[in-house]
């Protein structure tokens, strides 16, 4: 074990970048189970479908981010469908739903996924555009252009969320449904298609974040399950539902992943997310920022 | 009585089946289906009767194995003492999962349980002695007397170790434990001011559970005569582990043995002609099917038929 404050100070940096990467994954299922109370296990699933869908858009010539752009909206509308289903199956029915919610989503995240393996291969997959494959270097750093488009996406993707469910009044009737569901039913507001709506926000970015994933690495079909622990994890620690909670939980989760990996290795990698999950559920479940 | 005649009728003709000169595939095929029935039953005494969805079957499963060839590599154990083994380390697992429940329910139970199966995994994948992330290969230790293979001795054990897992499942569903188990998976508070002692039966059923998961997962190093980590923690065996139950029902002890029958035996056929990958298709789908059309599963819909055909 090599140990130097260069080393660190890169590894630091380089965490901030990914921690940033990591919201914006994570964003999207912020919304859907910090806000909603969905149990949306299927969400890393989605996003990795929307890498493969940018991918397949990229390789008719758009560049990538632009790819997850446009399949925002289609993403929307798969979200308010999604939505619309498990609340007429689930949700409507009552008891018990919390068990069979639950089989409903994680049977949906396998279901994608093998649709994956089938249509692509267990193949990894990689988008071309001019900033993959290059770095930057400052002095001695070299900060791979990829991480800093995924870090700017990322910063804007927060932030624009951030703006909307305060100040849009249908971000804050999001906002509303997720404090006092009963109370918005009493001003004669339908809870039901604000949160549909809501659902189908948080599906439509994560296409956008399916195409971040595909430009930071190549994608497999089962990363999904990596991707279960550090959406959860930054979700969590963020404590539901907080938009600026879900940057810091990322930060502290990319900083810390990027040092594990300076100092021990790689194979150790998968297992902070988990850990950091765990430490955060057995100590503090409702979050740094929880309500 | 009928349930102790069967399952003995169930234990001899395994073992008939065994010593006699059927096709050696049946007992290949055979031992997997079997270690569904083990597996399936162990979750459906905590997630099906308690209410406690847990989606890390493969860590105590996993974690089964590893403490068999853990035994094996060092002392040679023999296979009763790797099972045994087996079963008090994913009871262990199971009591630290228990304690998890004090604060932990839903979906953040659920996911605290995948945490748990990555863990498991990178320490395995880290410890070189147990092979690391290549994993390891096994010698099979002779044979005994009156089978002709290793694979039928273990299709046998395992065999017995789904009739235990059955009848505990039994006494447990019919007993004041089960009772307090589905008070619990209705309403937790209420069955607390009730007076259901909720952590005592949380943790009996966790133990239990992890125990039998962990005794099913001793014996499958011995199968493959192999061991790695990507397979042993494997996130299939949770989905497997509580799709069977849901599509047999959860309520009822049969519920599980009639899943596992079933969807374990359409995997089998479905691996050999077509792919591995569709099997996890197979298992996602139904389960999503079920779980929407038909709640309460096989058992619930031949409860429907029954009552429909009695009026």
């Given at each position: 074990m090599i140990f130097s404050f260069d080393l660190l100070f890169e590894a630091v940096l380089f965490g901030i970048l990914l921690g940033c990467f990591y919201a914006a994954v994570s964003i999207g299922l912020s919304v859907s189970?910090?806000?909603?109370?969905?149990?949306?296990?299927?969400h890393p699933a989605l996003m990795i479908f929307g890498s493969y869908c940018a991918y397949i858009v990229a390789g008719w010539g758009l560049d990538p981010i632009l790819a997850g752009v446009v399949l925002m909206p289609v993403f929307f509308v798969l979200g308010v469908l999604i939505y619309r289903f498990y609340y007429e199956t689930f949700e409507r029915r009552g008891s018990d739903a919390g068990v069979r919610g639950l089989a409903f989503f994680f049977g949906l995240a396998f279901i994608i996924e093998v649709g994956l393996i089938l249509g692509f291969g267990v193949d990894q997959r990689t988008v071309q555009a001019p900033y993959i494959g290059s770095s930057w270097a400052i002095g001695d750093y070299r900060i791979p252009y990829r991480m800093l488009v995924a870090f700017g996406v990322a910063l804007v993707l927060t932030a624009a969320l951030t703006v909307y469910l305060s100040k849009t009044f249908t971000g804050r009737a999001i906002k509303a449904v997720a404090q006092d569901e009963p109370a918005l039913r009493l001003m004669g507001a339908n809870p039901v298609r604000i949160k549909q709506w809501a659902f189908g926000i948080a599906t439509g970015v994560s296409a956008l974040a399916g195409a971040m994933v595909i430009i930071v690495g190549p994608v497999e079909p089962a990363m999904d399950r990596l991707y279960i622990g550090r959406t959860f994890c930054v979700v969590v620690l963020a404590g539901l539902g907080s938009m600026t909670g879900t940057l810091a939980a990322g930060l502290i989760l990319g900083i810390s992943e990027s040092i594990v990996l300076m100092m021990l290795?790689?194979?150790?990698?998968?297992a902070v997310a988990f850990g950091l999950l765990l430490v955060v559920l057995g100590i503090r479940p409702q979050g740094l920022f929880g309500r | 009585m009928t349930y102790w005649i069967s399952a003995l009728v169930f234990l001899t003709a395994a073992f008939a089946a065994a010593i006699s000169?059927?096709?050696e595939y049946v007992f290949y095929a055979g031992y997997i289906v079997l270690t569904f029935v083990v597996l399936s039953t162990a979750w459906n005494i905590l997630g099906g009767y308690a209410g406690y969805v847990n989606f890390g079957t493969g860590a105590f499963f996993g974690l089964g194995s590893y403490s068999a060839v853990v035994l094996f590599k060092a002392l040679e154990a023999p296979l009763i003492v790797q099972i045994i083994a087996g079963a008090a380390i994913g009871a262990a697992l199971g009591f630290a999962v228990g304690i998890m429940t004090l604060r932990l329910r839903g979906i953040f139970f659920a996911i605290a349980t995948v945490a748990i199966l990555f863990i498991m995994e990178t320490l395995m994948v880290n410890w070189?002695?147990?092979?690391?992330?290549t994993g390891l290969q096994l010698l099979r230790p002779e044979v005994m007397a009156p089978f002709g293979s290793y694979t039928r001795m273990l299709f046998v054990v395992m065999a017995l170790l789904s009739v235990i897992a059955v009848s505990i499942a039994r006494y447990i569903q019919v007993g004041w434990i089960g009772r307090g188990l589905r008070a619990i998976r209705d309403s937790e508070e209420a069955a607390e001011c009730s007076g259901v002692p909720t952590l005592k039966l949380k943790l009996f059923a966790c133990v239990i559970s992890g125990a039998l998961m962990g005794a099913a997962g001793a014996p499958m190093p011995m199968y493959l005569s192999f061991i790695e980590p990507a397979s042993s923690f494997s996130l299939n065996w949770g989905v497997s582990a509580l799709a069977m139950p849901m599509i047999g029902g959860t309520?009822?002890?049969?519920g599980p043995v009639i899943g596992a029958l079933l969807l374990g035996s359409i995997q089998q056929i479905v691996t050999v002609t077509i792919s591995n990958e569709i099997n996890v298709l197979v298992v996602g789908v139904l389960l999503v099917l079920f779980v929407v059309?038909?709640?309460?599963?096989v058992v619930g819909l031949f409860r429907k038929w029954a009552r429909r055909s009695s009026r």
């Open positions: 189970f910090g806000l909603l109370d969905v149990p949306h296990v299927a290795g790689a194979s150790w990698a998968p | 000169g059927i096709n070189r002695y147990v092979g690391g992330a309520g009822h002890w049969i059309l038909a709640p309460d599963g």
